[in-house]
């Protein structure tokens, strides 16, 4: 019987596959010191005074949620039950360690360490158990993250980027083509990348369609709840739209870039020298002559700032969510207490019908001008003080590069 051909990977193939599982034995080195580190934490301060850490009867870890059961008064029996005991098995975690962490969730989410103030503070990694903490499961997976992004040098992945097809009907065209537009506007954009030019951003929110809002249509929305949170913000004159916007990016940005650099403006935003391959892009347009230009990108979710799709060797100009729950933390200042406290605990993000279009200098090959355009769906989940909402935003994104100077 002839042997079955084993299928070979090309070596991109290959070297996602090793990348992808020496992130996995990263995460998993940095969830077994990180548990180490809490145990040995819970350990010291358990000694001396009995009281420090103090586990609560009672209470039962739910994913996000602490729920304190009401413990009804029974009267003792005389003839003891040798099964009282109620086994509920946790539901399964989406964090990345899958079930282990869970179980170390759920292990470690009575501990109070709300006693043991400003008595420990890990120095280079900016974790600090001080007044307020009462859950071990948020220090835990913070310092997990510190961990690993510390062993990477990168931003802790939360989510592995998904490439898709190009849009229905797109014709890729010639090989040959699409690898001289790639080399032709690498080059063209690592020499002009650093230089000085203009840069004109519009950002906007969307129906589920595309088209622009109706009047009274909200940007973001949460559900039947976004009425009532916008009401409890509008007290503080803010809205989900705006403290949305705030990170999604949503309004206009004008700037003179000088020597690849802007003042207060997001340098996600500036033009980067791409590193595209003949394989990320579908031509539309290729004008040797007047040097005109324009491509597809393929569709992307999730990506991330690891340069392993088209979008992510094309710009910076996409969202991250560990890059932006620093900036969601404390962004609703209102005197409600359920908005004291907000988290940015997951975020998913498409990218869609993705086109690009540029134009050089047929003579020189310096970029005379580029252009992206691009569509967004975000799904979020906050947490705050007493609740946890999911919401989702659409949005438009176009940003041009132009007036180089040589």
Known sequence: MAKTKKSELTLEELQAKKSKTQRGWVRFCAILLAVLLTVGIYGVASRGEPNVVKLRSGVVRTNTQTVVKQEPTVTPATTPDTNTSNTTTPPASDDEGGGILETIMNLLGGIDFS????????????????????????????????????????????????????AEGTNVGDAAVREAVVDLLNNATAKAAGGTYTLTRNSAYTNANGDALAEGEYGVSIGEATETVNSVLGAANQSLDTLVGAFNGVGDVQANVVNGAAEEVNENYLLMATQLKADDIAVTKANIVTGEYMFALKNVANPNRMADCGLTRMTNDYLVQNELAPLVAGLASTNNN????????????????????????????????????????????????????VGAANTTTTATYSDFVY
């Open 338 to 389: 359920a908005f004291s406290m907000v988290k940015l605990s997951d975020l998913e993000m498409n990218y869609t019908n993705i086109y690009v279009s540029f134009k050089v200098n047929p003579i020189t090959g310096d970029l005379v001008n580029l252009s992206y355009t691009y569509a967004s769906y975000g799904k979020f989940t906050v947490r705050t003080n007493t609740l946890q909402v």
């Open 115 to 166: 006693k043991i103030t400003g008595m420990l503070d890990f120095n280079g990694l900016g974790v600090k158990v001080a007044d307020g903490i009462d859950k071990a499961a948020d220090s835990l997976l913070t310092l997990v993250d510190k961990i690993e992004g510390s062993i990477t040098k990168k931003p802790v992945i939360t989510h592995e980027a998904e490439e898709a097809e190009f």
